[in-house]
């Protein structure tokens, strides 16, 4: 398998303010990630594909000014939620593909007031 | 689009029972098929993959069958635990390597002691 964590796992902030979520891999260079965001009593949706050293992929509906990802390294990287509101409020998990099973981060549950 | 929706929501049994959990999908055209398991605010862990040209995985007390021409998929768990306890979370994979998963909304596990 595949060890991914993700800092923090907890976030709390105003509206307005920027929040920036890592995802690292720990034992294995992933040159493509996943973010995902789970609503309370919903699955998880796929926002966009991450890769390493070139822009990342969103999916259809999620904007890209406004979750920013950022994957500089191939065990790194970052999804930025700019200008947080309340809506935002979600849980992010990132996942990688070290072959055809995706293993997932613990997840960051973000809360915005 | 790809749809998957997993029947029931929710499910209470007690322990030793055997269980059924199921995932349908609406386009066939898919590259494999995951089950996993979710704790509540935890991340996802992998519990079975099928491939496509699959019929069924089987790990321990789990098995899951694929039923790619009808869009079918069931997760089998043999004499439940209370440590079966847990969200359990169907993923189809449309494209090769599987990446770019599309979630059911899951099926809540409950196992009396």
């Known amino acids: 398998g595949a060890v991914v964590s993700q800092h923090p796992s907890w976030v709390i902030c105003k509206s307005g303010t920027s929040v920036k979520i890592e995802c690292r891999s720990l034992?294995?260079?992933?040159?493509?990630m996943f973010w995902y965001r789970q609503f309370p009593k919903q699955s998880l949706m796929l926002m966009a594909t991450s890769n390493e050293g070139s822009k990342a992929t969103y999916e259809q509906g999620v904007e890209k000014d406004k979750f920013l990802i950022n994957h500089a390294s191939l065990t790194l990287s970052t999804l930025t939620v700019t200008s947080a509101h309340p809506e935002d409020s979600s849980f992010y998990i990132c996942?990688?593909?070290?072959?055809?099973?995706?293993?997932f981060g613990p997840g960051t549950r973000l809360l915005v007031l | 689009k790809q749809e998957v929706t997993q029947i029931p929501a929710a499910l209470s049994v007690p322990e030793g029972e055997n269980l059924v959990l199921n995932c349908s999908f609406t386009?066939?055209?898919?590259?494999?098929l995951q089950w996993f398991r979710q704790d509540p605010g935890k991340g996802l862990t992998s519990l079975l993959l099928i491939q496509s040209s699959q019929r069924e995985q089987t790990s321990g007390r789990l098995n899951a069958s694929l039923d790619k021409s009808s869009g079918r998929s069931t997760l089998y768990i043999a004499a439940s635990q209370p440590g079966d306890s847990a969200t359990y979370l169907c993923?189809?994979?449309?494209?090769?390597?599987?990446?770019?998963?599309?979630f059911g909304e899951g099926t809540q596990l409950t196992v009396n002691p």
């Open positions: 993923a189809v994979g449309k494209e090769t390597s599987g990446s770019r998963l599309t």
């Open positions: 996942s990688v593909l070290p072959r055809e099973t995706q293993y």
């Open positions: 034992d294995f260079q992933a040159t493509t």
């Open positions: 386009d066939s055209a898919i590259y494999n």
